[in-house]
C-alpha cells in the first residue's frame, strides 16, 4: 500500500530521528528531508520536549541534534508498524522493510 507524497507529521518526525542516528547539524537534516525550516523547528522543539533528541556539542563548537534511546525505541517501533501494516511512502528516507506476502492456498 502507498501513500501519498505529502507526508504527515508524524512521518517528518520519523525521518528525523533516523537522519540523527548519526550526530547531525539542523542544516544538514532540512536538506536531507526537504522540509521548511518553521515545519523542522516546531518538530525539533517537540523532539527535544519529548527527549527523543539531544543537543550535543561536536569539535569546533558545532552543536548538531543525536536521536537519543527513547528516539531510537520510537523509531523501531514505528519502522515495525510500517511493516505490519505493509505501508510504504513514496519519498521516504527510512528503507522500506520488505516483509513476505502471504499466500492463501485454497483446500
Known amino acids: 500500500m502507498f501513500f501519498s ?4 507529521h508524524i512521518q517528518i518526525i520519523a525521518e528525523i530521528l533516523y537522519s540523527c542516528k548519526k550526530p547531525q547539524t ?3 537534516i532540512r536538506r536531507k528531508i526537504n522540509v521548511s525550516h518553521p515545519v523542522l523547528q516546531r518538530c525539533i522543539m517537540q523532539l527535544l520536549l ?5 543537543v550535543t556539542e561536536e569539535d569546533g563548537g ?3 541534534l543525536s536521536t537519543t534511546e ?16 505493509e505501508i510504504k511512502y513514496k519519498k521516504s528516507l527510512i528503507p522500506a522493510v520488505q ?9
Not at 70 to 77: E, T, V
Not at 99 to 107: D, F, K, T, V, Y
Open 26 to 28: 539542523k542544516t544538514y
Open 5 to 8: 507524497e505529502k507526508r504527515d
Open 70 to 85: 527513547k528516539g531510537l525505541n520510537f523509531l523501531n517501533k514505528w519502522m515495525e508498524l510500517q511493516k505490519l501494516l
Open 62 to 64: 558545532f552543536q548538531k
Open 99 to 107: 516483509m513476505p506476502s502471504l499466500i492463501h492456498q485454497s483446500a
Open 50 to 54: 519529548s527527549q527523543w533528541l539531544e
